[in-house]
């Protein structure tokens, strides 16, 4: 497995806030299963969590993270963090190219290797001169278009 510094950075800000990191990233999902959690699972715990707390209590906490870099876990924050996300995941398409010879090294690298989708977007902006460089989303949309190559799905096994 190979995650990156940045994943590490943001696994430790979510360890001292005693927050969760929320990723689709099968692989630091598994590597770090106490602070880690699937979009699908921070949306229903922000639900039950709404569903518990007075209206008035959670307007009041928004936008008042318990540490820096980090954002009240509600179904409004997960939906306008999605949004923003395939923005940025649909640039990252329109703007990286993946060539079948490259599709085959990411494969070995998140397949057999276990990269992160950071490391994936790391490993690939140094050796193919890249300039987003360890970037998730741009790792994300790395994989979807190397996955393309086997006809496989980026976010299923074996790639997620």
């Given at each position: ?31 770090f299963p106490k602070i880690a959690m ?114 496989e799905d980026y976010l299923e096994p074996?790639?997620?």
């Open positions: 497995m190979r995650v990156t510094k940045t994943d590490r950075t943001v696994v430790g800000e979510a360890k001292r806030g005693k927050g969760r990191l929320v990723t689709n990233d099968a692989i630091l999902v598994k590597a699937t979009v699908e699972q921070a949306l229903e715990a922000a639900e039950k969590e709404a569903g518990k707390t007075d209206p008035a209590a959670m307007k009041e906490k928004k936008g008042k993270p318990d540490s820096p870099g980090t954002i009240a876990l509600t179904p409004e924050s997960m939906k306008k963090l999605g949004t923003q996300a395939v923005a940025t995941h649909d640039g990252f398409l329109a703007g990286i190219r993946v060539t079948e010879a490259q599709g085959r090294v990411v494969r070995r690298w998140r397949v057999d290797s276990g990269y992160s989708w950071r490391a994936v977007a790391d490993a690939f902006s140094q050796v193919y001169d890249g300039d987003w460089g360890d970037n998730q989303l741009a790792g994300l949309a790395i994989c979807e278009m190397a996955a393309a190559w086997f006809k074996p790639w997620n």
